[in-house]
């Protein structure tokens, strides 16, 4: 019998949102090919199954081992193994110097798209350096569902942390400004941010409501919630919408894309490897502009740009998903079939195993 290889995985397993999952799903396919060691970069809590996925159960590292730390690259780190990557996901078109030079140390980078490949080749890395492993969804667990449809009222999703990175204050004034209270249609936003404890979402859509003289928009606040509950949410609205500014990969995007929901979004950035005009609505960028968030981003940096999508175009898609159902329904299926065809986890698997064989790492 052969022994599976050995490769040392850090990551952030317990986050909530696309980070955690990226991690728990790539760990339980990637056992399937190899003992994961993993690290965990929070204590693990009493049992070691998160979300429905086992985790592999924590194992003395193995030193010769490949070593892959998936992580945005603000939270990158050395771990035990003889072979340092650093799998990681980025979304401006500048990388401040202190993160390059962390970059340099390390012996490999996995990016999700070659989207992000470009952007860090741009920043002085070298391509040799960079395999591009994607990410993937669990098209099993993301599906339609055959349950009764309340037809009388049209639900938007925006699933996405609150930040200005992700376009939701621009979302909600475009969604006050196209939508009259007394039409049956309604924003359902999912955007708690876990960085940001003192954000009160709540207060800031009302604060845009008003601006945009709308005192009772029809919006509503999705709270924290297990996975299962999140699909069940995605799996009860009409379609999913993020005019984001730029995405190291997306995944909820590509979660709504599995559970057939039409998805609106940004004509730019990591997502556009999965999202096109045959199974999603792109927003037509309008410019591009300097990369700012205080909250985020510090401001002693340079990080460069990224896209502002036009709103009178995001109007435009979503009162034509509204009126058009029929059409926008296709182009969910078409959005459910890509996914399942050609963005499953374990092929993400199989080709970090393909790189991790080719360059002799194991």
């Known amino acids: ?12 397993f317990h986050a909530q949102g696309g980070v955690g999952r990226h991690a728990r799903s ?12 993993p690290l965990y970069f929070f204590r693990p809590p009493a049992q070691m199954h998160m979300e429905g996925y086992p985790l592999p159960k924590p194992r003395l590292w193995d030193l010769s081992a490949p070593a892959i730390c998936l992580s945005t ?41 070659e989207w992000g490949k470009s952007i860090f080749i741009e920043n002085g890395v070298n391509a040799n350096r960079i395999r591009v492993v994607p990410e993937g969804v669990d098209s099993d667990r993301f599906k339609p569902v055959d349950a009764a449809v309340n037809n009388k009222v049209f639900r938007f999703l925006c699933i996405g942390k609150w930040e200005q990175r992700k376009g939701i204050a621009d979302l ?16 359902i936003i999912h955007g708690f941010n876990l960085s940001l404890p003192q954000l009160n979402i709540a207060a800031k859509i009302k604060q845009i409501c008003h601006q945009h003289g709308q005192q009772n928009a029809r919006i509503v606040i999705s709270n924290p919630k297990p996975l299962g ?12 919408v993020l005019p984001t500014r730029a995405e190291g990969w997306g995944l909820p995007i590509l979660e709504a894309m599995a559970c057939g929901l039409p998805c609106i979004v940004t004509d730019y950035s990591g997502h556009r490897v999965f999202a096109n005009h045959n199974n999603s609505y792109l927003i037509r960028v309008k410019n591009m502009c300097k990369a700012m968030d205080p909250a985020v981003f510090p401001s002693n940096m340079d990080w460069g740009e990224w896209a502002q999508p036009d709103l009178e175009h995001l109007a435009y898609l979503m009162r034509y998903v509204v009126d058009n159902p029929d059409a926008a329904k296709a182009k969910g299926l078409n959005a459910r079939i890509d996914a399942m065809r050609y963005w499953r986890w374990d092929q993400a698997a199989s080709i970090a ?3 991790l064989q080719d360059d002799k790492l194991l």
């Open 26 to 37: 790539f760990a339980m396919v990637l056992k399937t090919y190899a003992q994961v060691s």
């Open 1 to 12: 019998m052969t022994t599976k290889p050995v490769i040392n995985l850090g990551a952030h």
């Open 353 to 355: 195993m393909q790189y």
């Open 172 to 187: 909600i004034k475009t969604f006050c400004r196209e939508f009259k209270h007394q039409e049956p249609i309604e924003l």
């Open 73 to 113: 690259i603000d939270a990158q780190r050395k771990i035990p193994g003889n072979t340092q990557i650093a799998y990681t996901v980025w979304e401006t078109t500048k990388i401040p110097e202190p993160y390059l030079r962390y970059l340099d140390s390390v012996d490999q980078i996995w990016l999700p798209t």
């Open 229 to 240: 509950e999140l699909i069940a949410l995605m799996q009860q609205c009409d379609a999913f």
